[in-house]
């Protein structure tokens, strides 16, 4: 077990040296000078604009640059955002731990969800509910999250008038953040209702942000039951007696639960990728707005720190899921 | 029973401080469209950072509000002499800077908070000139530099400013953020505790409103304050909640979360009009969407063709398919609004017969050309794609092919600025309410190569100009200005197209807001019912 870590942790370190190139490369490739977007129409100067381009660096060789990156990095320097003049580490750690609520809230709603649906679909295969879940998956993957989130904002914020708009908590709330998880803050405060005003700000975009992996996951949980029950060990099981609840719960379940892990895993790039724009719906302030902004304004020092900080956690993910899949499957014991 | 009295009792007099407590601090929530890239408008050039500091800072002079008149603010006169080279401000007495957690004025504002705010930004060698960057992008672009001689404390309510030469909107540009003035004090304080920075991430004012809390992409919180040398604001507190999406802002105001929202969809207007709980305003913007020739390139170098090409564009069609009806036919380069604008000019009516003929007097058949599409949406141009098209569409009927270009907007925004295309749209708004910020910005001989897209330096033009700019008499300012206006006009270096309506949805609950004509958003003086 120690040597698969140690061995995993080998492949991260060159994988993340890739991430490096890929992530001060990405932003450079997109067409666009960074001091032009800063100065909008109004523009600047020649010499000014000389002058910034030193300022910020950008007037070095390209190697150069990036290998005064890489130096910082190892120091645990992100740089200063060009258009804030703060440090991207602190940008990076004040808005993510909104991200991180929202996934995992939205992670949590898909498995809740998905999960069940699945197995139940799959115990169930052909049944109306089999059809109807599958439908709804498909329904749910295929809409995109910013019509999905503006047709909830529209019935259930303002017509129905049962949830808020957006935002992390109501402007009557007010109190400095401890931990940045507006849920668990919120009930530190001890103002009341500021806990009950931060769930209720949660509920649509939790749904927004977690209907895609929902729906995956349904479907694969599905699949993967149906692939399992046909096997002889859970005819046997049947056979011995076992009640059903038993046979699918225990023995199909936890063989049919290899893939569905590896989905969800994946999923957290997904989820990622689906923050910007639930982020964006419900003015939710989290990191994929933050990039979203970022790349618009061509602040490259906060494109690549924060690209980078991202793909260092999908891998922390993805290491973390394989290491589970030996405690969920006996067979993929990390023993050699 | 007696419990049930008690509980009632105390239910009551619970629910009676609630509506008291409601009724004493009055909250009025601003759905803002972004998050502020600082809280120091010295440093940014969007009007979103202005939006979010303008609250905390005063000028030396503002502009009333809902009008482009400047009126005098932390100094209470001014007198000009030396021939407009020299400017003598008269300062505020009694005016308190706030006090916040790291900072507890020991003095009011006087003579040294005004040299620090200018020197900062205009002495290399000052202490705090590269502090949090040292980036003063509009204190540059204003040309202040190069302006200013020296700056003087008479004493310690009297600032001179010398300049190098008369320049008559230097009055108005004191209105503009860039001229925000700051603490030396609280600037003296955090050099010396190592942490100079603070002055611009936790800013200390003297502005009606000061900050209390902002949490990125989330909200800004100020409160009232309490000193305020004009009077305390009508409001208690005033919160920013950032709202990035136009749909979404709606709905939020829709369902009272928010009382005033900027930058509606044209979509939404119709239903905004109609709901009896949203009062629409709205009003000309101090702004013009322009096609700049390139007048350095043939054919464009023939004003034949320039003007034929103005006459093949119907202007109505693009102010109803592009602009949705929320925008005017523009036959100036400066906006309605501005003091000068001339009413006598005559636009080039659409005439695509007489246009066709005109470019066959100017020798041009088969005319290949391309019209540059901005990438991004801005007030003065909701749409330059639709727009390009609709150029070309017209241009069409005249026998002229023109092919749509468009690029990343930092990149079109270089290329056009080194003269690549043939012809560009672009716009404009005013930073000042001063024509100068117009017609020498954008169509003078030394923003050739920059802001002058046109390329276009006509002398009998530059001189009406430059002879404005040092004549501080403003009669004999509206006369030269209006001719320069005709005479560009004949010249046609640009299509003039259109200047946008701004529309400003607010909750009927709102009292006394008036939209800024600068695109501003100015809370000072709105109440609540």
């Known amino acids: 077990m120690f040597r698969f870590l140690l061995a995993r942790i080998g492949v991260l370190i060159p994988t993340f040296l890739g991430v490096t190139v890929i992530a001060f490369g990405f932003i450079r490739l997109i067409p666009g000078d960074p001091i032009?977007?800063?100065?909008?129409?109004?523009g600047v100067s020649t010499e000014r604009h000389a002058e910034l381009m030193i300022q910020y660096g950008f007037d070095r060789p390209i190697w150069e640059q990036y290998l005064s990156f890489l130096t910082n990095l190892l120091h645990g320097d992100f740089g200063?955002?060009?258009?804030?003049?703060?440090?991207?580490?602190?940008?990076?750690?004040?808005?993510?731990?909104?991200?991180?609520?929202?996934?995992?809230?939205?992670?949590?709603?898909?498995?809740?969800?998905?999960?069940?649906?699945?197995?139940?679909?799959?115990?169930?295969?052909?049944?109306?509910?089999?059809?109807?879940?599958?439908?709804?998956?498909?329904?749910?993957?295929?809409?995109?999250?910013?019509?999905?989130?503006?047709?909830?904002?529209?019935?259930?914020?303002?017509?129905?008038g049962w949830t808020p708009v957006s935002g992390r908590i109501s402007y009557l709330y007010f109190f400095d953040p401890v931990t940045g998880f507006m849920l668990i803050d919120s009930y530190l405060s001890g103002q009341e209702g500021a806990f009950r005003s931060a769930v209720s700000h949660l509920i649509l975009p939790t749904i927004a942000l977690?209907?895609?992996?929902?729906?995956?996951?349904?479907?694969?949980?599905?699949?993967?039951?149906?692939e399992v029950l046909s096997e002889d060990y859970v005819r046997t099981a049947r056979a011995k007696g076992l009640s059903p609840l038993r046979v699918v719960g225990v023995h199909a379940l936890r063989n049919a639960l290899i893939p569905v892990v590896t989905t969800i895993g994946l999923q957290v790039g997904v989820l990622l990728a689906g923050a910007i724009l639930t982020e964006t719906i419900f003015s939710w302030p989290g990191i994929g707005k933050w990039m979203v902004d970022s790349i618009f304004r061509r602040d490259y020092t906060s494109v690549q720190g924060g690209l980078l900080m991202i793909a260092a956690i999908v891998m922390v993910v993805n290491l973390i899921v394989d290491l589970l899949y030996g405690l969920i499957n006996p067979r993929i014991r990390h023993t050699r | 029973?007696?419990?049930?009295?008690?509980?009632?009792?105390?239910?009551?007099?619970?629910?009676?401080?609630?509506?008291?407590?409601?009724?004493?601090?009055?909250?009025?929530?601003?759905?803002?469209?972004?998050?502020?890239?600082?809280?120091?408008?010295?440093?940014?050039?969007?009007?979103?950072?202005?939006?979010?500091?303008?609250?905390?800072?005063?000028?030396?002079?503002?502009?009333?509000?809902?009008?482009?008149?400047?009126?005098?603010?932390?100094?209470?006169?001014?007198?000009?002499?030396?021939?407009?080279?020299?400017?003598?401000?008269?300062?505020?007495?009694?005016?308190?800077?706030?006090?916040?957690?790291?900072?507890?004025?020991?003095?009011?504002f006087n003579a040294d908070d005004v040299v620090f705010s200018f020197a900062r930004q205009w002495d290399k060698n000052h202490p705090y000139y590269k502090v949090s960057g040292g980036s003063y992008e509009?204190?540059?672009?204003?040309?202040?530099?190069?302006?200013?001689?020296?700056?003087?404390?008479?004493?310690?309510?009297?600032?001179?400013?010398?300049?190098?030469?008369?320049?008559?909107?230097?009055?108005?540009?004191?209105?503009?953020?860039?001229?925000?003035?700051?603490?030396?004090?609280?600037?003296?304080?955090?050099?010396?505790?190592?942490?100079?920075?603070?002055?611009?991430?936790?800013?200390?004012?003297?502005?009606?409103?000061?900050?209390?809390?902002?949490?990125?992409?989330a909200v800004i919180r100020y409160k009232a304050n309490p000193d305020y040398w004009a009077g305390k604001a009508k409001i208690d507190n005033l919160v920013f909640s950032i709202t990035t999406d136009a749909s979404v802002r709606y709905q939020k105001l829709k369902a009272g979360e928010c009382h005033v929202m900027p930058y509606p969809n044209p979509a939404d207007l119709a239903a905004m009009r109609k709901d009896p709980k949203i009062n629409l305003l709205q009003q000309e913007g101090l702004n013009v969407g322009y096609l700049a020739y390139n007048t350095k390139k043939a054919p464009f170098t023939d004003v034949r063709v320039r003007k034929a090409l103005n006459m093949a564009i119907n202007k109505k069609a693009i102010i109803d398919a592009v602009f949705q009806g929320a925008g005017k036919v523009a036959?100036?380069?400066?906006?309605?609004?501005?003091?000068?604008?001339?009413?006598?000019?005559?636009d080039d009516p659409y005439d695509p017969a007489a246009a066709k003929k005109l470019l066959a007097e100017a020798g041009v058949t088969n005319l290949q050309t391309n019209i540059w599409a901005m990438p991004v949406q801005r007030p003065y141009n909701p749409n330059a794609r639709r727009m390009a098209e609709?150029?070309?569409?017209?241009?069409?009927?005249?026998?002229?092919?023109?092919?749509?270009?468009?690029?990343?907007?930092?990149?079109?925004?270089?290329?056009?600025?080194?003269?690549?295309?043939?012809?560009?749209?672009?716009?404009?708004?005013?930073?000042?309410?001063?024509?100068?910020?117009?017609?020498?910005?954008?169509?003078?001989?030394?923003?050739v190569g920059g802001s002058n897209r046109a390329e276009w330096c006509y002398k009998p033009f530059e001189d009406l100009i430059q002879a404005a700019k040092v004549t501080s008499d403003t009669a004999e300012r509206t006369k030269l200005y209006k001719k320069a206006q005709l005479i560009f006009k004949q010249q046609a270096p640009w299509a003039t197209i259109a200047h946008s309506i701004v529309f400003m949805p607010i909750r009927k609950e709102v009292v006394g807001y008036k939209i800024d004509p600068f695109g501003g958003h100015i809370f000072y003086g709105v109440d609540l019912k």
Request: net charge neutral; with cysteine.
């Open chain 1, 210 to 226: 977690g209907t895609i992996p929902m729906a995956v996951i349904a479907r694969q949980t599905r699949s993967a039951m149906l």
């Open chain 2, 390 to 447: 609709l150029i070309q569409a017209d241009w069409a009927k005249v026998g002229v092919t023109a092919k749509i270009v468009s690029f990343e907007w930092g990149e079109y925004l270089k290329r056009s600025k080194a003269g690549e295309h043939d012809t560009v749209l672009l716009g404009w708004t005013g930073d000042n309410g001063d024509p100068d910020n117009f017609l020498a910005v954008l169509l003078g001989c030394d923003a």
């Open chain 2, 138 to 217: 509009y204190f540059n672009g204003m040309g202040m530099p190069d302006l200013i001689k020296d700056i003087v404390k008479v004493d310690d309510y009297t600032v001179r400013f010398d300049l190098n030469h008369p320049e008559a909107p230097f009055i108005a540009n004191m209105g503009m953020d860039f001229a925000s003035i700051m603490s030396a004090e609280y600037a003296d304080k955090m050099m010396k505790a190592g942490t100079p920075e603070m002055v611009d991430q936790n800013p200390v004012g003297t502005g009606p409103f000061q900050l209390v809390a902002y949490q990125k992409d």
């Open chain 1, 80 to 160: 200063q955002s060009i258009v804030t003049h703060k440090p991207v580490i602190d940008e990076f750690l004040t808005l993510f731990p909104a991200t991180v609520e929202l996934s995992l809230c939205g992670i949590l709603f898909a498995i809740a969800v998905g999960l069940p649906a699945g197995i139940i679909a799959g115990v169930k295969r052909g049944s109306v509910f089999d059809h109807t879940v599958m439908t709804t998956a498909l329904v749910g993957y295929s809409m995109p999250i910013f019509w999905l989130g503006l047709l909830m904002i529209i019935l259930f914020s303002s017509i129905l």
């Open chain 1, 36 to 42: 032009e977007v800063l100065a909008g129409e109004r």
């Open chain 2, 1 to 108: 029973m007696k419990k049930f009295v008690i509980g009632a009792a105390i239910g009551l007099g619970l629910a009676l401080s609630a509506f008291s407590s409601a009724e004493a601090a009055k909250t009025l929530v601003y759905c803002s469209e972004g998050s502020p890239e600082g809280f120091n408008p010295a440093f940014y050039t969007s009007g979103t950072t202005f939006d979010a500091s303008r609250p905390i800072f005063n000028k030396l002079a503002e502009f009333e509000r809902g009008t482009t008149k400047i009126a005098p603010a932390l100094a209470e006169s001014w007198a000009v002499s030396n021939g407009g080279k020299t400017y003598t401000f008269k300062l505020r007495k009694g005016v308190k800077f706030h006090s916040t957690k790291n900072f507890t004025p020991s003095r009011n």
């Open chain 2, 331 to 346: 036959k100036n380069p400066i906006p309605p609004t501005i003091w000068s604008y001339n009413n006598a000019t005559k």
